[in-house]
């Protein structure tokens, strides 16, 4: 994990260690600052709800991670980093992926003048 943080410019603190090994298992992910103390406390890993919404916010920032917000103060942090979009089950708080090409995105607005497309996300609520 410390080479994987330190590629990314990350210095590799005991709980940003902790929490990379929780999520990079190699299997992909949807979780929320909730899920991941929840983990971290399964584990017997003693954290707080700052450092855990800190460590996401900044591997998100870092690439290692895609944040998708569902509403204001309702984000999932993704570990699925290619292109994609969601399903956000309302009634479960969960989200699922939705393969690129799934969906066909016509009719785009003109950009402003030397702008470009970053990405399109779509979520799709259910």
């Known amino acids: ?18 929490i990379a090994e929780l999520l990079f298992d ?3 992910k949807h979780v929320s600052v909730d899920d991941v103390i929840d983990l971290a406390r399964a584990q017997k890993i003693k954290t707080s709800v700052a450092s855990v919404y800190n460590t ?14 569902v509403e204001q103060g309702r984000a999932f942090f993704d570990t699925n980093l290619s292109e994609h979009h969601h399903f956000y089950f309302e009634d479960e708080e969960r989200l699922e992926d ?26 799709i609520r259910i």
Not at 56 to 69: D, H, M, S
């Open 1 to 18: 994990m410390d080479s994987m943080l330190n590629k990314h410019g990350i210095r590799p603190t005991k709980i940003r260690r902790a």
């Open 26 to 28: 190699g299997t992909d």
């Open 56 to 69: 996401l916010n900044q591997f998100a920032v870092a690439g290692l991670l895609r944040k998708v917000t």
């Open 98 to 123: 939705i393969p690129v090409d799934a969906i066909n995105i016509s009719g785009l607005p003109k950009l402003p003048k030397g702008r470009r497309i970053k990405s399109i996300d779509v979520t």
